[in-house]
């Protein structure tokens, strides 16, 4: 794991326990966000489209045996789906901004449930500029909802109604690779949701296509 990403996510968690480091927490975690989107928008502009959804490791094991484009779905429509519909019990970025069609996307879940060539094939049809956009706006909607925690808040557990209603939206596949998701999430508290997905999963998925990016690209 870089270190830099390493060392700031420790930081992040050790504050984030005590109610006066808590604030400080919250903008190291912040700050972490943005070097790790520095990182992502670095793909916009250095990966020509073709890049975004190339699959050089279709049969490896671990995360760099996806896509750019698919890394990047994953990390966004699972934040989407945590901070909204299971943290504040609203409607997702991803409605309520019309993006599946905007991004061209077939499909409204994670994408954990698609294998090898489907995840290339998935990944050529997206609008990268609707699917940075989605990126982008999810981001800030996440950080302005964490700005109104309190150390407190952070205890908090998902509400069984709020599970019900995850359920319900089908934005997690019944497959097999994805389902165990929900019990996941469900489980931890809002601490343990900020770092995964908020902070830790984008550091791994990140990494992953930089990894993608270098294989691709072995002189960058």
């Keep these: 794991?870089?270190?830099?990403?390493?060392?700031?996510?420790?930081?992040?968690?050790?504050?984030?326990?005590?109610?006066?480091?808590?604030?400080?927490?919250?903008?190291?975690?912040?700050?972490?966000r943005n070097q790790l989107m520095d990182t992502i928008l670095s793909f916009r502009e250095a990966l020509n489209p073709a890049d975004f959804s190339?699959?050089?490791?279709?049969?490896?094991?671990?995360?760099?045996?996806k896509t750019v484009a698919y890394s990047l779905w994953h990390i966004f429509r699972i934040e989407d789906i945590v901070a909204h519909t299971l943290i504040n019990g609203d409607e997702q970025v991803f409605f309520h901004g019309g993006y599946q069609q905007r991004i061209n996307a077939p499909i409204v879940t994670t994408g954990n449930e698609l294998k090898k060539q489907q995840i290339?094939?998935?990944?050529?049809?997206?609008n990268l500029d609707a699917l940075y956009a989605y990126l982008s706006e999810v981001k800030e909607s996440t950080e302005s909802l964490l700005r109104g925690f309190s150390c407190e808040d952070l205890k908090r557990k998902i509400p069984e109604e709020r599970k019900a209603a995850l359920e319900a939206l089908h934005v997690v596949s019944e497959d097999e690779s994805a389902h165990?998701?929900?019990?996941?999430?469900?489980?931890?508290d809002v601490r343990g949701l900020i770092q995964m997905p908020f902070s830790r999963h984008w550091i791994m998925h990140i990494e992953a296509a930089l990894r993608i990016r270098g294989k691709l690209q072995p002189a960058a």
Excluded: V
């Design 120 to 126: 290339a094939d998935f990944s050529a049809q997206l």
């Design 54 to 65: 190339a699959i050089p490791f279709i049969n490896a094991d671990g995360y760099h045996s």
């Design 1 to 32: 794991m870089n270190k830099e990403w390493s060392e700031l996510n420790k930081t992040m968690q050790a504050r984030l326990r005590k109610k006066d480091t808590f604030q400080a927490g919250l903008e190291t975690l912040f700050a972490l």
């Design 180 to 188: 165990w998701l929900i019990d996941y999430w469900c489980e931890k």
